[in-house]
């Protein structure tokens, strides 16, 4: 059965200073991996996601997350955080099989916020 | 550009009042979903449709409804609303599965309050 966890509801982070958002699957085939974002009061918008292939996955502004089979994380990073990176982050996951029809699980999010 | 539309926006319900979701996608996806996010729940997958005429329940469908009469439309219905169902509602669209690579889109949400 597929979970996701996301460690940490709230993370806060000065301008400027590095972001990391932690997101731990279980799965147990290999699975696909995504970062979701939400603004206030928007939906939700692709970040990056993992398939196959190369397992640091760049996405749009400015992140990137990393695919660690062994240690079953795909966590999200960016440098340098910017006021408008504030907004809430969803991890999900997706594998194959009959009974989820590749659909999402999502975890319960990380609320990021930027002080100047 | 329109994407995914939900209507209404905002909706205050009286419990065991009736209403409906209405969602519309313009990008000719087979597949729709609806979910519910709950403040510290994520988004949990209450039904889905993977073409016209179909549904499916997610992981949450106690007390909701769904039709795909046209491909474009997918309609959430609570035949009987309760304060438990005072959430904010998305409906999403793709093409295919996200584990066939296929990106899912979501629409804006819809605020209901069961009082």
């Known amino acids: 059965a597929q979970s996701v966890t996301q460690l940490g509801s709230h993370v806060s982070v000065s301008e400027g200073a590095l972001v990391l958002l932690r997101c731990n699957y279980s799965s147990s085939v290999p699975p696909y991996l995504f970062w979701y974002v939400q603004y206030p009061n928007q939906g939700l918008q692709l970040l990056l996601k993992?398939?196959?292939?190369?397992?640091l996955v760049k996405g749009i502004n400015g992140f990137e997350a990393e695919f660690k089979k062994s240690e079953t994380s795909f966590h999200l990073t960016k440098p340098s955080a910017h006021m408008s990176d504030a907004a809430e982050y969803f991890c999900a996951v997706s594998e194959e099989g009959s009974s989820t029809l590749g659909r999402l699980y999502f975890g319960r999010g990380t609320q990021l916020t930027v002080w100047p | 550009n329109a994407g995914v539309t939900q209507t209404p926006k905002f909706r205050v319900l009286k419990t065991g009042q009736s209403m409906t979701l209405l969602c519309a996608q313009d990008m000719n996806h087979e597949y729709m979903y609806w979910y519910r996010q709950d403040p510290g729940m994520g988004l949990r997958l209450i039904h889905y449709s993977v073409g016209e005429g179909t549904t499916a329940k997610g992981e949450v469908p106690d007390g909701y409804n769904v039709s795909r009469l046209k491909k474009q439309n997918f309609l959430l219905g609570l035949e009987s609303a309760a304060p438990s169902q005072t959430s904010v509602y998305f409906c999403?669209?793709?093409?295919?599965?996200?584990?066939?690579?296929?990106?899912?889109?979501f629409g804006e949400g819809s605020w209901l309050t069961v009082v």
């Open positions: 993992y398939t196959t292939g190369a397992t």
């Open positions: 999403a669209s793709s093409s295919g599965t996200a584990f066939s690579g296929n990106t899912i889109y």
